[in-house]
């Protein structure tokens, strides 16, 4: 796991810029301590820093060249089936100077170029961002892995091309228009990310995930060059009217495959370990961690307020199966950290549970250098309240129906707490902001599904945004894009799970997972994220991830009004792994008390920095609503700590642009 970065002038005669790529790599340090390369061929100059996993030799330093010489590459990720690829194209002739996995690009691309272009990359298994300039074809090649486990940011001009693992670098070169992308800030207020390929910079860009960029002269044009963006995957939805194997036979698939991906992951010349939240995915990756021998480390966060606090589930867990568990406590000073966290990230970003994340990786990183997650495992197997809100949704649009809409309707007229037994669970979270979440339930129930989607994806929180902006705010800060395409479509479990891995899963918690464990030198890798295990996983119906057991217990019946189950196939394929009490239990996660948090030690800094003379300034709040928000939060009246905690996000990156972090 790396750091990369490069640039490229579209005038061949111009020498490369090995000053400003050296500038650009010595940004990334953090993301590679162990060493640094850079290589110049013309007008191309790429930099790499170096964390070293597989072969710790000298051999496996980067950029790495072609045979020939003239091919090179840098690399930031892991090739999981490098040793096949290895055996494939030594037959065919090619020569290896290294072990590293990296290694295999070069000659595969020298293999495979001429015949399939772009998809070559195809054939690569793993997490990876990198690049490859052909120096006889003056071609330049960007690519990202499937579901854009590693990032990659670029800027295009006139004069040429630059890109960088991470925004922040990226925006040290000249060459990137640095001037707000107010539509992107706009798109960040609802989703509390920028979604790509849009960056808080106009002139920046996010390579979307599963894409290869390539850079050419373009032989119609006098020599100009010719920029394309090439998609090579897309996970496609299978169909509810499919005919499967029963549950216990896809169970049986899915945890094969599960243990599969676990096994390749384990590939690495220094120590592993695990991050663990207690919940059903990290618990899976450890019991087949425990599985494939060795000596297992586990990583837990944990929270003084019992309600979040997960170390007494995750400790059972690593008792279960004898691991060597560590822990940690966060405490409430989270405003220090987000100037860090907004630093890092390069652009705003407001997923609170980063804070967790940042913090396990600092825990992990004093006793290994990759660990093992269970990210990818909710947007397989149906594992968030929201695909649960939908599927109750469609079950209330009948005739039958009507007496529960109506009761429905009521109970979020007067925001009370969630108790019918058709609904209890479906809007988890509990307190005062279940009234919230069910009213806005009841009131999504005439849009369309994929509306319903959209809505439930932004939440609340936008339009109490909305509702604190001032004239010069609105006119800037318009409504978000439409979250996935085609609004008045039906919109099945399967396509809004696809949607999920297009969207959320690259934008938001890969995103942090990347930048949090790379912040401190830290490899993580997704075992749920194997191709083979999300493909097979997609095909399935939707009944077998959301919905209920059927009187023989091998069929499963499409959710309705009661008795839904999330991960009905994921839970059946781990029984013989996890204890009873663990596959029954309500989904965990990295999650931060952050209502607490803001009625207690964070109210005040986020007061003094939300109402500041230079906050004032900026024009976009009106003072005297945030103040009113704040009071009320702490008045606990209203739980508004997310849109809270957005604000802050916004407010900690302004200022870091202003001081130029």
């Known amino acids: ?90 037959a065919a002739g090619h020569r290896f100077r290294s072990d590293s996995d990296n290694e295999v690009i070069l000659p595969l691309y020298r293999q495979w170029w001429a015949r399939e ?61 640095r001037r707000l992308d107010w539509a992107a800030l706009s798109d960040f207020l609802a989703y509390k990310v920028v979604p790509h390929p849009a960056t808080a910079f106009v002139g920046a860009r996010k390579l979307p995930p599963g894409s290869v960029l390539v850079a050419e002269p373009d032989a119609g044009a006098a020599g100009a060059p010719r920029v394309s963006i090439r998609r090579t995957w897309r996970l496609a939805p299978g169909s509810d009217e499919t005919l499967p194997p029963d549950l216990d036979a896809a169970a049986a698939e899915v945890l094969a495959r599960l243990r599969a991906a676990v096994r390749k992951r384990l590939m690495a010349d220094v120590p592993l370990g695990a991050f663990l939240s207690g919940g059903l995915d990290s618990a899976a990756v450890v019991a087949c961690m425990a599985e494939a021998g060795g000596r297992v480390r586990t990583f837990t966060i944990g929270f003084r307020e019992s309600e979040w606090d997960e170390t007494l589930e995750a400790r059972r867990v690593a008792r279960h199966f004898g691991t060597e568990h560590h822990e940690a406590l966060v405490e409430p000073d989270a405003l220090a950290l987000l100037g860090r966290l907004q630093a890092q990230h390069g652009e705003p970003f407001a997923d609170a549970s980063a804070i967790p994340t940042f913090m396990v990786s600092e825990l992990a990183r004093r006793h290994v250098k990759v660990v093992l997650t269970g990210d990818g495992g909710d947007e397989s197997f149906a594992g968030y309240d929201r695909y649960r809100a939908l599927a109750l949704a469609e079950a209330l649009q009948g005739p039958a129906a009507a007496p529960l809409r109506w009761g429905l309707a009521a109970a979020a007229a007067g925001a009370v707490a969630v108790g019918a037994a058709p609904v209890q669970g479906v809007l988890s979270g509990g307190g005062r902001g279940t009234g919230e979440r069910l009213l806005r339930f009841a009131d999504a129930l005439g849009r369309t599904p994929r509306q319903r989607n959209h809505d439930w994806r932004v939440g609340g929180g936008r339009a109490l945004l909305d509702s604190l902006l001032t004239d010069e705010g609105r006119h800037l800060l318009s409504p978000p ?159 508004a700590h997310e849109p809270l905690f957005t604000l802050l996000a916004l407010e900690q990156w302004f200022l870091g642009q202003e001081q130029g972090r």
Not at 9 to 30: K, M, N, Y
């Open 481 to 639: 894009s439409f979250y996935g395409a085609d609004v008045d479509r039906p919109l099945r479990l399967n396509e809004a799970l696809a949607l999920d891995v297009e969207r959320y899963l690259p934008d938001d918690v890969l995103m942090k997972l990347d930048l949090a464990s790379m912040a401190h030198g830290l490899e993580a890798r997704a075992p749920f994220l194997d191709r083979e295990l999300m493909e097979y996983a997609a095909a399935l119906p939707g009944r077998f991830k959301l919905g209920r057991p059927g009187p023989d217990g091998r069929e499963p019946r499409p959710p309705g009004l009661r008795g839904n189950r999330s991960k009905l196939v994921l839970r059946r394929a781990l029984g013989g792994l996890l204890p009873a009490d663990l596959l029954s239990g309500r989904k965990r996660g990295f999650g931060v008390p952050l209502d607490s948090w803001f009625r207690g030690p964070l109210l005040e800094p986020a007061r003094a920095l939300l109402l500041s003379p230079r906050a004032a300034q900026r024009g976009l709040f009106r003072p005297e609503a945030l103040e009113g928000l704040l009071a009320a939060q702490a008045n606990n009246e209203v739980a």
């Open 1 to 90: 796991m790396c750091g990369i970065a490069g640039k490229l002038w579209f005038d061949a005669t111009r020498p490369a810029d090995r000053e400003g790529v050296s500038r650009l790599v010595a940004a990334l340090q953090h993301r590679g301590p162990d060493d640094e390369g850079l290589v110049v061929d013309g007008p191309v100059a790429l930099g790499h820093r170096r964390l070293t996993i597989v072969d710790l030799s000298e051999r496996g330093r980067q950029p790495m060249a072609s045979e020939d010489g003239s091919c090179w590459l840098v690399c930031n990720g892991e090739i999981y089936n490098h040793k096949e690829l290895r055996a494939e194209l030594a």
């Open 117 to 177: 272009g772009a998809d070559f990359v195809s054939r690569l298994e793993g997490m990876f961002a990198f690049a490859l300039w052909d120096g006889r074809a003056r071609r330049l090649l960007l690519a990202r892995d499937r579901v854009g486990k590693k990032p990659l940011v670029y800027a295009q001009t006139a004069q040429g091309l630059v890109f960088a693992s991470e925004l922040g670098a990226l925006a040290r070169d000249p060459l990137v228009d």
